[in-house]
């Protein structure tokens, strides 16, 4: 049972019974949201539209939400899950989980195992994120890194929540990009590149000039290079998609004809123009330029539209950099105009890396900045990970390398995993045996009642992020789960001699393990059973 779908749902009769009844008359029952009260005092959940229909009936707020609350008390099966519901200033509508639900909802935890969490919010429709997709021109910085774990637990949750999801990293494999690469090796006046690995391909391609081709072989090396960086991150792919086959396959023509044929280009200064203007864009975008080359957003619409036409997928999410904001609407509004709007595109800020507090500026593997192998030389993937996802992808993130590296409750990934560490101990001690997941509990401490209440929100935390791809709010609810677990494990004994309180409270820590097993493995990070 999903309880916020049930309280809409219950809202919802409540609102109508009040409309037949003649209380209210005047509106339209507004869209309804289960708000989450920032203190535990005030509830488990709370509904906030009293205060929306008070203003189009000109009542009371406080009265109104008195007459909501009345309704939905008397509904059937309400008070099996709520024990308490109030109505309080300044209009709101408090509902507190009943215990014996809670009861109820453990017994279920230990039945579903991992797939506790699973949601129908997806429906099985097909889903592509798109993530890190970073030239293969030189090793994979820290920055483009960030989209790694980002994209990768995005698409995890999304298939929590009952999508069918495919990961994919765009190989910008042609162009300018591999023609500047063969520069770079070649070290001539138009070398941009620089760094270790490009004085290592220099030794490679030495006896050679073919400067295109030279580029074309070193974009597959750093490739594969790139894919064990991505391992390393343990991050799989289910497509790496190249560039080089819709040019080779004539994709990128199709999509400028069609484009031209819907009458969203125009020929100026012999370049071809796409109307991006049309669709809020701040100018138009060049696709073809004047010496007939295809510009990189070309290429990006004829690969939106392979995810699209061929690949049907209904909805797709490019998770990019900061740096590429100006390019969103230029790419957004061109799938427009081919007629499809399943795209989403997510933006992360930047990230330093910090070591003894002041910034890492360089790396000797690139030369002008901080490569994710040197990172990974330095910390395991959990850590890189959890720290990586703890930031809204809206905010710069700052990578402190000596409290990643520190074994103490100040390091929040060491924090989660000693608690899952922890609980795995006690249960081996305890020999939990003969599950009984229909037994009553009968749990009474309140530090019993918090950590249900904690563990019972996992499905709330995976259906909120695969509607906002706020992200963060993964590490931040292990956190949360786990420092529950913490202060129940600190205040109520599990292995003490009463086999009621013994079974009941180590079935307890067996839901904590299942549910906290099912947040890490979302975020791509390891449960040890043993620290």
Not at 283 to 301: M, N, P, Q
């Amino acid at each position: 049972m999903n309880i916020r779908n049930e309280l809409k749902n219950h809202t919802r009769v409540a609102l109508e019974n009040l409309q037949e009844k003649a209380v209210f008359s005047k509106f339209k029952i507004p869209e309804i949201h289960i708000l989450k009260p920032k203190e535990v005092s005030n509830g488990d959940y709370a509904l906030g539209i009293a205060m929306e229909i008070a203003k189009i009936e000109k009542e009371n707020p406080i009265d109104v939400a008195q007459s909501i609350k009345e309704e939905i008390q008397v509904i059937k099966g309400v008070s099996k899950i709520f024990s308490r519901i109030e109505a309080v200033n300044p209009g709101f509508i408090n509902f507190y989980l009943n215990p014996e639900f809670l009861e109820k909802k453990i017994g279920n935890i230990l039945d579903e195992k991992e797939k506790f969490g699973n949601l129908f919010l997806g429906k099985n429709q097909k889903a592509q994120v798109e993530f890190v997709s970073a030239n293969p021109t030189g090793p994979l910085t820290v920055g483009n890194g960030r989209g790694g774990p980002f994209g990768d637990t995005l698409a995890n949750v999304l298939i929590k929540a009952g999508y069918k999801v495919e990961k994919c990293y765009y190989v910008n494999d042609y162009g300018k990009q591999i023609l500047v690469l063969g520069h770079s090796i070649l070290k001539d006046a138009d070398a941009k590149y620089t760094g270790e690995y490009i004085d290592e391909l220099a030794k490679k391609f030495k006896d050679r000039n073919d400067i295109y081709t030279i580029g074309e072989e070193a974009s597959v090396s750093i490739l594969n290079d790139i894919k064990k960086t991505t391992d390393g991150l343990n991050i799989k792919y289910d497509e790496w998609f190249s560039e080089k086959t819709l040019h080779k396959k004539g994709e990128v023509d199709k999509v400028v004809d069609i484009l031209t044929k819907k009458g969203y280009t125009y020929e100026k200064e012999g370049a071809i123009w796409f109307r991006s203007t049309d669709f809020g864009d701040e100018r138009d975008r060049v696709i073809v330029k004047s010496d007939g080359t295809k510009t990189y957003l070309a290429g990006d619409l004829a690969y939106h539209l392979n995810k699209f036409e061929k690949k049907k997928f209904n909805k797709v999410i490019n998770v990019w950099g900061a740096d590429h904001y100006g390019d969103v609407k230029g790419l957004t509004g061109g799938v427009k105009a081919l007629g499809y709007e399943g795209l989403e595109i997510v933006l992360l800020q930047f990230v330093s890396v910090l070591r003894d507090g002041k910034p890492v500026k360089m790396s000797k593997r690139l030369g002008t900045a901080v490569a994710m192998d040197d990172l990974l030389d330095e910390l395991p993937s959990d850590v890189i990970r959890f720290f990586f996802l703890q930031k809204s992808a809206n905010t710069h993130l700052n990578f402190d390398i000596e409290l990643a590296k520190e074994q103490s409750d100040k390091n929040p990934i060491f924090y989660v995993q000693y608690a899952y560490a922890r609980i795995c101990s006690i249960l081996r001690n305890g020999e939990l045996k003969n599950i009984d997941k229909n037994a009553p509990f009968n749990f009474s401490h309140d530090k019993e009642i918090a950590l249900m209440r904690q563990i019972v929100r996992f499905e709330d935390i995976i259906e909120d992020t695969a509607i906002d791809y706020q992200i963060h709010r993964i590490p931040q609810y292990s956190l949360e789960l786990s420092a529950a677990f913490h202060q129940f494990y600190n205040e109520c004994h599990c292995l003490v001699e009463d086999e009621k309180i013994r079974k009941s409270r180590l079935q307890l820590l067996l839901a904590t393990k299942i549910t906290l097993k099912n947040t890490l493995d979302i975020m791509g990070i390891s449960a040890p059973e043993r620290m």
